[in-house]
């Protein structure tokens, strides 16, 4: 069983943990609405208020943060536990945003595509070329929910386009070693599908047998399925190409190998186990945002992380 340090507590539903090289980690805290450094000691800044629900991060090619912002959520109190429910009453989009580490001012760089409104974007990945894969989670009412997909776009607000549609609860998000793949979570489907890469912002593609009904979304092929009631949130990518995914009800991170047919699981106290980074010296320690609970962890991993393009 894996030795869990307890870094911080008290954060506010964390999750997009950035690992930085000066030991620090960069979290999103979704109640709270802030972009949040993690020290090596324990304590915590507050880099920037970004208003919604800032639900993932990532360091881009110019050394800023971006988040995905998913418009926030009606929240409850839960058996101990901080639980997100509905979309909110004062919701009114979601959007990518900019922060300046330096400064903390935010901007807003996309909150559309081709006429569409962003819905709830949720986690984000930089391919080597500087340009961003998103997912956009939905937001989900009373009665319905949204159908949505899988986004590139470039950091500079120029350019954005709708990759794969449509999703069930498009979530994590991340690109194999040396960006030949890219891998989604799906959260209700429990499953995780993969694409080949034919270049920046564009997929392989190729006739599966019986065409697009029969295919999986965008032509993906199938990585795993996980059995029972569990639900997938964020991920990460190891450097063997093992996929390391945020598991909620059965609180841990699950580690799927690359032709999916081993699974490893590394179980986390607390059921809303929502996202997990790599770093340290030798890309060896995980670390996860256990959002129910509010606190960020950390463990030791066999195979290093792969470590993300643009990190510092």
Same mark, same amino acid.
């Given at each position: ?58 360091? =881009? #090619?110019? *050394?800023?943060?971006?988040?995905? %912002? !998913?418009?926030?959520?009606?929240? +409850? @109190?839960?058996?101990?536990?901080? /639980? ?84 069930? =609860? #498009?979530? *994590?998000?991340?690109?194999?070693? %040396? !960006?030949?793949?890219?891998?989604? +979570? @799906?959260?209700?489907?429990?499953? /995780? ?107 030791? /991993? ?11």
């Amino acid at each position: 069983m894996a030795q869990i340090r307890e870094l911080t507590s008290g954060l506010q539903f964390p999750e997009g943990p950035i690992a930085m090289d000066d030991g620090s980690v960069l979290v999103v805290e979704i109640k709270r609405g802030t972009l949040t450094r993690v020290k090596p000691d324990g304590t915590q800044q507050i880099i920037a208020h970004t208003g919604g629900g800032p639900n993932g991060a990532a360091i =881009g #090619p110019d *050394g800023a943060c971006y988040i995905t %912002n !998913d418009g926030g959520f009606e929240w +409850a @109190e839960m058996g101990g536990l901080t /639980v997100p429910g509905h979309t909110p009453h004062d919701y009114t989009r979601g959007s990518i945003q900019r922060v300046d580490l330096n400064t903390g001012k935010v901007e807003v760089l996309y909150t559309q595509c081709d006429g569409h409104m962003l819905k709830g974007p949720n986690d984000l990945v930089f391919d080597k070329q500087g340009g961003m894969w998103f997912t956009d989670h939905g937001k989900t009412y009373d009665r319905t929910r949204d159908r949505t997909g899988v986004f590139y776009a470039k950091p500079d607000g120029s350019m954005i386009k709708e990759v794969v549609f449509p999703m069930e =609860g #498009p979530n *994590g998000i991340g690109l194999g070693p %040396n !960006d030949n793949k890219l891998y989604v +979570a @799906e959260t209700f489907t429990a499953r /995780v599908w993969q694409w080949e890469l034919a270049g920046p912002g564009e997929l392989k593609r190729s006739p599966g047998v019986g065409g697009p009904l029969l295919e999986g979304p965008g032509g993906a092929s199938l990585l795993t399925g996980l059995p029972g009631y569990q639900l997938l949130d964020s991920l990460a990518v190891d450097v063997d190409g093992w996929v390391h995914v945020a598991t909620i009800i059965n609180g841990g991170v699950t580690a799927i190998s690359p032709d999916g047919k081993t699974i490893e699981h590394t179980a986390l106290p607390d059921p809303l186990t929502t996202n997990v980074c790599f770093g340290g010296k030798d890309m060896r320690t995980a670390y996860a945002t256990l959002s129910g609970t509010g606190k960020l962890v950390a463990y030791e /991993v066999k195979r290093p992380g792969l470590r993300l393009h643009f990190n510092a």
